[in-house]
């Protein structure tokens, strides 16, 4: 199979782009825009790999989209493109609306024109909103409403209908997966974990939004890859699985952990002003996805978040190149008045 794998240059899309060249015969084609998320640094280890190849270009670019399909004609589009961070969103809702919505409207007319076996959408659990802190028998399973909080989480519902949409209406093949927080190498420092690694690592203090109670449900990357994997060769056309593994943690408890490994104190902590609309809580139920398609995650998050701390101390060039660049203006803009 030819699988084209959209904003592999990505946390998420990387780490899928290895899982396959190691797990699987296919061909993979990474095509991504290179915003600032993306990193040829990352994919340096699959250049030479005669099953891979990259293509830059952007998913909203109709004209470029169509070129790829009569180039390569895949079988599979597994697609990560998106801007991807909350608090971005919050400053530049319109960026997130053309990428994440039009984007995928975009990859999905090249299917119905030139035929596709299968279009996978990478969604999140972030489309079913948030739970209560003090409700914590609640979970989010299939069944859940559609309920967004961030321009970020609207968007990518909005891109989750568009693919039911084209599903039910053109008979696209479409599959749609809702993960919870991911973490692991390749992970872009604009995130809580990455970002609090590289800040102890550097002595600056780390900003934890509000009071630091928000719970996410913390799944290590490579589980995230075996499921999509999963999915794509045995999931059925139509269906929604949700993908976590049931590793619930306050952010504040994330932080301590990350200190505690590196061996520093916990005063390098700041609380900082809350995130505009921060949800509460997000945790998955993943029923569906073991039962009907056998996939259970392998790490347990206090091995995964060492491991992660791990990568972040063997791979310092590649954080210190992103967070000499443009990174510092971000950084002063988020965090300058917090
Ligand atoms: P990321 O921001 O690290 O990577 C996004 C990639 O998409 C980058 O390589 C970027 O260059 C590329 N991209 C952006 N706009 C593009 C465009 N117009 N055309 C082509 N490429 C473009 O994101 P990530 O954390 O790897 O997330 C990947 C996907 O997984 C996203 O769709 C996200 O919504 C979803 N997801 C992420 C998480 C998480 O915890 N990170 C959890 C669940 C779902
Ligand atoms: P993030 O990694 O941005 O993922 P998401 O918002 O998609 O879940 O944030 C994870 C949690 O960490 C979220 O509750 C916000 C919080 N957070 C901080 O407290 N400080 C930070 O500097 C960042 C980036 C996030």
Redesign the pocket.
């Known amino acids: 199979m030819k699988i084209v794998v959209t904003g592999g240059a990505g946390f998420i899309g990387s780490n899928f782009v290895y899982y396959e060249l190691k797990n699987s015969d296919d061909e993979i084609i990474c095509y991504d825009k290179l915003t600032y998320a993306g990193n040829l640094e990352t994919l340096k280890d699959a250049e030479n790999n005669p099953k891979y190849k990259f293509i830059r270009g952007s998913i909203s670019n109709r004209e470029r989209v169509y070129r790829l399909f009569e180039e390569e004609k895949p079988d599979v589009i597994v697609n990560f493109a998106a801007e991807s ?3 971005r969103s919050i400053e530049d809702p319109e960026l997130f609306l053309r990428t994440n919505i039009i984007g995928t409207s975009v990859l999905l007319d090249a299917c119905k024109k030139y035929g596709i076996q299968r279009f996978h959408q990478v969604s999140t659990d ?1 489309v079913y909103g948030d739970l209560p802190l003090d409700r914590p028998d609640l979970f989010f399973t299939e069944k859940t409403n559609l309920h967004t909080s961030s321009p970020y989480s609207a968007s990518k519902a909005s891109a989750d209908l568009i693919v039911q949409a084209y599903q039910r209406t053109y008979k696209i093949p479409a599959t749609i997966s809702r993960c919870s ?1 991911n973490y692991g190498p390749y992970h872009f420092p ?4 990455p ?1 609090m690694i590289i800040n102890a690592l550097n002595g600056k203090k780390l ?3 509000g009071t ?1 109670e ?1 719970v ?1 449900d913390w799944l290590y990357v490579e589980d995230h890859c075996s499921a999509i994997d999963l999915i794509i060769r045995k999931g059925k056309v139509g269906e929604v699985y949700n993908v976590g593994g049931h590793n619930e943690k306050t ?1 504040l408890e994330v932080v301590k952990t990350i200190l505690k490994i590196l061996g520093k104190g916990e005063d390098l902590i700041e609380f900082v002003t809350d ?1 505009k609309g ?2 509460q809580r ?1 945790a998955i139920d993943p029923t569906k996805i073991e039962t009907e398609l056998g996939w259970t995650p392998k790490t347990k998050f206090a091995d995964g978040i060492k491991k992660t701390v791990d990568w972040y101390l063997q791979n310092k060039d590649w954080w210190e190149k992103i967070i000499s660049g443009e990174y510092q203006d971000y950084y002063a803009k988020m965090y300058g008045n917090r």
Request: glycine share 4%; charged share 35%; aromatic share 10%.
């Open positions: 961070h909350v608090d972030e927080n604009e995130k809580l974990i970002l900003p934890v939004y630091g928000n996410r952010n995130r921060h949800d997000y």
